[in-house]
């Protein structure tokens, strides 16, 4: 069985939708929903890592364990390493990032991305992907595309359409070829606690900061992703008014 913790970096600080993962789903808070989901996935620990009081205050009444944090971090993978620092965990420990937003997040999927990278001691991060098949969709600059070498390990990661098919694109085709794959990046990442703190010690990547992935950080420092075929499409987080009523619409029926 695998060992893993299950790390959870939540806000207040969400533009499109304030103070969103303490907002009420079926009579519980978001960050609930989401912490429920990773305890079922069989991690030893869930940690919900914060800088808000209110967060913490709201997370203790339902029984999660709670690490503060500082609050200048440049995103939820630092909030992680900080959690990750501060308790002191083994530095071949297996930490997933699971991010509070995600609040219809499969239990397996944690599971999966936590087991892949256990099995590949050559990886320093695992993550997953689904197969892309609608070609609106790879030419949407809002979903993460992802391409693999035949190991399953990241070569890249983009919202441009990759791999970019010269003969069909270059003609304004709008099927896709089917002899190139195309897998969508699915944002939930397993990390070894050696390889988190390295990732987060370094600064911006151009590449990241060109496509706004911070994945892209992680490859231009030379880490290995693994990156596993999910074997179903999960649900978008809540980032709208709009997601939040068709969670809840799915939440309470």
């Known amino acids: ?4 913790s299950v790390v959870i970096p939540a806000r207040l600080r969400s533009t499109r939708l304030p103070e969103k993962v303490l907002l009420d ?28 009081p209110r967060i913490a205050d709201r997370c203790r009444q339902f029984g999660a364990e709670v690490q503060p944090t ?17 308790r002191a965990l083994a530095p071949g420990h297996i930490v997933v990032n699971v991010q509070a ?34 070609a609106p969709l790879v030419f949407d600059p809002n979903v993460v595309k992802v391409v693999r070498d035949h190991r399953g ?3 890249y ?32 990442y397993a990390y070894r606690v050696a390889s988190l703190l390295r990732l987060a010690a370094e600064p911006p990547d151009a590449l990241e900061l060109a496509e706004s992935l911070e994945q892209l950080r992680a490859l231009a420092y030379g880490l290995r992703i ?8 999960p649900e ?4 709208t008014p709009a997601d939040l009523q068709r969670v809840r619409a799915r939440l309470t029926a």
């Open 1 to 4: 069985m695998v060992r893993f």
């Open 101 to 134: 937003d995600e609040p219809l997040l499969p239990p397996e999927l944690v599971r999966q991305v936590a087991a892949d990278l256990a099995a590949r001691p050559e990886a320093d991060m695992a993550t997953l992907c689904t197969v892309i098949a609608e």
């Open 226 to 233: 693994y990156v596993g075929e999910a074997p179903l499409v």
């Open 236 to 239: 978008p987080g809540v980032d």
């Open 70 to 86: 500082a609050s200048a971090h440049r995103c939820g993978t630092d909030r992680v390493a900080e959690a990750v620092r501060r």
């Open 25 to 52: 789903i079926a009579g519980r808070p978001m960050v609930q929903h989401v912490y429920d989901r990773a305890r079922a996935s069989g991690a030893e620990e869930v940690i919900i890592a914060t800088d808000d």
């Open 153 to 155: 390990f990241a070569l």
């Open 157 to 188: 990661f983009s919202r441009a359409p990759i791999p970019w098919h010269r003969d069909r694109f270059g003609h304004g085709s709008p099927t896709l070829p089917p002899d190139t794959p195309y897998h969508r990046h699915v944002g939930l």
